[in-house]
């Protein structure tokens, strides 16, 4: 079976600053691929970044980076300049194996960006 | 916008009703996958379809079921509901089974009185 485990339940941070979600799998499947989400208050679910487990670099999307450490089993998500607009709920997700079993949620980071 | 649409946003219903929930996929995705969101329970996986078959369940309830159209559209219905299925009901594409560009709507919230 797979799990994910985000064991920071709440963060505060300055804006501006860089902000790591700490992020850690577990799965016997050679192939998955990992997600974060960002879920705000208003509630949708968005797609934030993807790696997969045979790409060799990390995953980036604008202030977004993925550090991937495949030995370690982590995936951190890593938020560069932090903004008043990042606080929200952020989750950790893996799709193992083919993905046909949907993803695999961790219980999330929330996040407070303070001015 | 994610391109991914549900319908209704919200839903306010009785216990022992049944409720539909809609969903259109993004353009161009022919994977669908249904969850829910609980205060208790987290994110969970309900049901995958691919181009109008099942694939694959998770955790959905024998009162749930779901069905994906000729022209993608999804519906998930929800009968005999309780008090615990009152949640945020989630549905999201994705052109490869699980892979980049896995796109969530913006979810139907249930609440069940």
């Known amino acids: 079976a797979q799990k994910i485990t985000q064991t920071q339940p709440g963060m505060f941070v300055q804006e501006k600053e860089a902000v790591t979600l700490d992020c850690t799998y577990d799965?016997?499947?050679?192939?998955?691929?990992l997600f974060w989400y960002k879920q705000p208050s208003s509630g949708e679910m968005i797609f934030l970044i993807y790696?997969?487990?045979?790409?060799?670099q990390n995953a980036t999307e604008g202030r977004y980076s993925l550090n991937f450490q495949k030995a370690r089993k982590s995936a951190n998500l890593v938020i560069s300049a932090s903004q008043l607009g990042d606080s929200a709920m952020y989750f950790c997700?893996?799709?193992?194996?083919?993905?046909?079993?949907?993803?695999?949620f961790g219980k999330g980071t929330h996040l407070i960006i303070q001015p | 916008d994610s391109g991914v649409t549900q319908t209704p946003k919200h839903l306010i219903t009785a216990t022992g009703q049944r409720v539909t929930l809609r969903c259109s996929p993004r353009?161009?995705?022919?994977?669908v996958y249904w969850y829910q969101q609980s205060l208790d329970q987290g994110l969970q996986f309900l049901i995958q379809?691919?181009?109008?078959?099942?694939?694959a369940k998770g955790n959905i309830l024998e009162r749930f079921s779901a069905q994906q159209f000729p022209d993608l559209h999804s519906e998930l219905n929800l009968s005999s509901l309780e008090l615990g299925d009152s949640a945020l009901y989630f549905c999201?594409?994705?052109?490869?089974?699980?892979?980049?560009?896995?796109?969530f709507g913006s979810g139907t919230r249930l609440t069940v009185v």
């Open positions: 790696q997969g487990s045979y790409d060799e």
């Open positions: 379809y691919y181009n109008g078959e099942e694939r």
């Open positions: 353009s161009g995705d022919l994977y």
């Open positions: 997700a893996m799709r193992a194996g083919g993905g046909a079993d949907g993803l695999t």
């Open positions: 999201a594409s994705s052109a490869t089974e699980g892979g980049y560009g896995y796109t």
């Open positions: 799965t016997s499947d050679q192939s998955y691929g």
